[in-house]
């Protein structure tokens, strides 16, 4: 059951990649500073919420992402080719890659910011959690 839970995060955290990865193909016009603090924005998500970035900071969350997204996004692709749910193995890699990138994406973060950005991995976890549970 546990694998189960971890699995339905590895795919929650990717397709809130996916996500971003779409924004980030949007004009950033009229995004104000109170959007990326909730976690909208090209470079907010749900792991950076309530974060004020500097620019700096920006710069590097865009290059991490850069990075991960386009093998979270092949690992999805080949799931969803399959039509069945991932493999053990797909999991762990899923998990791998959000690990790193979580924990790239926290190195660059002030020690202030670090306790927002834990809170948030904390919530994320929480929620996937009750959703794994809820069902059973």
Known sequence: MKVIRIATLAIALCAGMTSIAAAQGQPEAGKGQGEMRRGGGERGGWLLKDITLTDAQKAQVKTIREKYV?????????????????????????????????????????????????????????????RGSGGR
Do not use: C, H, W, Y
């Open 70 to 130: 386009p093998r979270q996004l092949e690992l999805r692709k080949a799931v969803q080719a399959t039509g069945t749910q991932p493999d053990a193995a797909t999991r762990a890699k899923m998990m791998e890659l959000q690990g790193q990138q979580s924990a790239e994406l926290r190195a660059i973060l002030t020690a202030d910011q670090q306790v927002i950005f834990d809170r948030n991995v904390a919530e994320m976890k929480a929620r996937m959690d009750a």
